[in-house]
Every structure is written in structure tokens, then in C-alpha cells.
């Protein structure tokens, strides 16, 4: 069974840089269109971007709350996804995951945890 774990986050101030990491314990190469999630407290899980598979070009996708900041990215050597974010915002401020883009899920990580404040 597939595990992942995010890491990369942190404490950032605004207009601020973090790079999020996501790896699973299995092969994901060519196999899933992954895609980076956020959950803020009190709030629903919110879809931040996706990314599919090298051979079909690896097609990308953001929500409009972070496109222009926000770049994701994938190495299947390494069974990793990728979340370069730019521009940090307060509004950024959340517990980062990755996961497929639709069902059926990998088991979910615990996250990493993204706080921008000054």
C-alpha cells in the first residue's frame, strides 16, 4: 500500500517562498495525476493544483486563489511531487497535503503545516 509524506513547511512572512515536498512509498511514476491540497481551520479541503502524467505532458492545473504564485511540479524517479509557492499570502496559511486528483484516494498524510504571518 502506498503511504505519502509532505514536508517543507513552515513559518513564512508575507510575499515569502516555501518549496513542499511530497513523497510516497511506492511508484506514483506515470501511474496518477497527483494533485496538493490545503485545509484551513474551520474550513472545507480546498483543491490548490494538479498535475498529470509526463506521458500525456504533464499537463498542469491551479486554483485561481494561487495561479501566477504557485508552480507544481513532479519527479517520478524520485516518486515525488512538488510545490513551489511564491508570493505567500496570510491567506496561504494552512495544512498542506498531496494526494491522486480523484478517487480512489492514496491513505492520506498527516500534512505539512504552512503559516505565513509577520
Known amino acids: 500500500q502506498v503511504h505519502l509524506v509532505e514536508s517543507g513547511g513552515g513559518l513564512v512572512q508575507p510575499g515569502g517562498s516555501l518549496r513542499l515536498s511530497c513523497t510516497a512509498s511506492g511508484s506514483i511514476a506515470n501511474i496518477y495525476t497527483m494533485a496538493w491540497y490545503r485545509q484551513a481551520p474551520g474550513k472545507q479541503r480546498e483543491l490548490v493544483a494538479s498535475i498529470g502524467l509526463e506521458s500525456s505532458g504533464a499537463p498542469t492545473t491551479y486554483s485561481d486563489s494561487v495561479k501566477g504564485r504557485f508552480i507544481i511540479a513532479r519527479d517520478n524517479a524520485k516518486n515525488t511531487v512538488y510545490l513551489r509557492m511564491n508570493s505567500l499570502k496570510p491567506d496561504d496559511t494552512a495544512v498542506y497535503s498531496c494526494?491522486?486528483?480523484?478517487?480512489?484516494?492514496?491513505?492520506w498524510g498527516q500534512g505539512t503545516q504552512v503559516t505565513v504571518s509577520s
Open positions: 494526494n491522486r486528483l480523484r478517487p480512489p484516494y492514496i491513505v
